[in-house]
C-alpha cells in the first residue's frame, strides 16, 4: 500500500513537497511519480531506482528537469518529490508507483508499474 501526501495549493514559483511511504511486505525497487491533470492521461514525472546501498539511478520527465528533485529513503521505504519554481501547468493530480522488479532502465509508463498511491492534488495558481 502506498500513502501519498502534501499536496495543496500555492502560487506560481513556489514550493512544495511530496512524500509517499509504502507499507506491506514488497521491494520497492523502482519508486516514481507520475501526475495527471483533468481531462488527460497520466504522465510520468520522475522515477528512482536503488542500485546500491547508496547509490541511485534517476530520470525525470522533461518538463520537470531542473525544478523537481526526486529523492527515497529506503529505511523507510519512502520516495519524496520536492517541487521547486511551481508554474501553473503543473497543476495535477501526483500519484505515486512502485515497481517491484529491479532494472536500470527508465520506465515511464503506467503499466510498468505494480503498486499505486491515492494521489495528492498539486493546484498551482498564477
Known amino acids: 500500500q502506498l500513502q501519498a501526501s502534501g499536496g495543496g495549493l500555492v502560487q506560481a514559483g513556489g514550493s512544495l513537497r511530496l512524500s509517499c511511504e509504502a507499507s506491506?511486505?514488497?521491494?520497492?525497487?523502482?519508486m516514481a511519480w507520475f501526475r495527471q491533470a483533468p481531462g488527460k492521461e497520466r504522465d510520468f514525472v520522475a522515477s528512482i531506482t536503488s542500485v546500491s546501498q547508496s547509490g541511485t539511478i534517476i530520470y525525470y520527465a522533461d518538463s520537470v528537469k531542473g525544478r523537481f528533485t526526486i529523492s527515497r529513503d529506503n529505511a523507510k521505504n519512502a520516495v519524496y518529490l520536492q517541487m521547486n519554481s511551481l508554474k501553473p501547468e503543473d497543476t495535477a493530480v501526483y500519484f505515486c508507483?512502485?515497481?517491484?522488479?529491479?532494472?536500470?532502465?527508465?520506465?515511464?509508463?503506467?503499466?510498468?508499474?505494480?503498486?499505486w498511491g491515492q494521489g495528492t492534488l498539486v493546484t498551482v495558481s498564477s
Open positions: 506491506g511486505r514488497t521491494n520497492s525497487y523502482t
Open positions: 508507483a512502485l515497481r517491484n522488479v529491479w532494472g536500470r532502465e527508465r520506465l515511464p509508463k503506467v503499466s510498468e508499474y505494480d503498486y
